[in-house]
């Protein structure tokens, strides 16, 4: 499982021209299933999602969590980030999960999300999404679990 994390001063998805989700200061993050991923492996990218040391402290060291500064989280599944990349001109996605199991464990990281963080929004599984952010820095890290 992987997950492009930004930390953002705002981000917003859209689908149709309908807001589905959006966040103020948090992380947007960007998520691909593979295949043998797992809900633990879930689990792990959520646990370092809300923990993970990305935002400033007064010093202006990063030494803060999305949970310390009670920030906002917005899930948008993206399976090309599972793209194999290494030869040719054409992406290739057979490292990415099946949609069934790309939609079963985007959807239960969303719901573990909302269980145990304030502020979660998501994209829409699937759609044609146009996703809207400021990148805070800009601040970008891809998490690999």
């Known amino acids: 499982m ?9 981000a917003r998805v859209e689908v149709e ?9 948090g992380l947007l993050v960007l998520v691909a299933v593979e295949p043998g991923d797992t809900p633990e492996h879930a ?22 969590s999305l949970k310390d500064i009670d920030g906002g989280l ?13 030869s040719g001109l054409r ?7 099946s949609p069934a199991l790309g939609a079963e464990l985007f959807d239960y990281l969303l ?8 502020t ?8 044609d999404m146009q996703v809207h952010l400021v990148n805070d820095g800009p601040v970008t890290f891809m998490l690999q679990i």
């Not at 021209?17 to 200061?25: A, F, K, L, W, Y």
């Open 2 to 10: 992987k997950g492009l994390l930004q930390r953002v001063r705002g």
């Open 17 to 25: 021209g309908e807001i589905v989700g959006s966040i103020d200061q």
């Open 43 to 64: 689990d792990k990218l959520l646990h370092k999602l809300l923990n993970y040391r990305v935002f400033s402290d007064p010093q202006g060291k990063m030494n803060l």
């Open 74 to 86: 917005l899930l948008v599944s993206q399976f090309t980030l599972a793209a194999d990349t290494r």
């Open 91 to 97: 992406p290739s996605f057979s490292s990415a999960a």
């Open 111 to 118: 719901a573990q999300a909302r269980l145990k963080h304030g």
């Open 120 to 127: 979660v929004g998501s994209g829409r599984f699937g759609a």
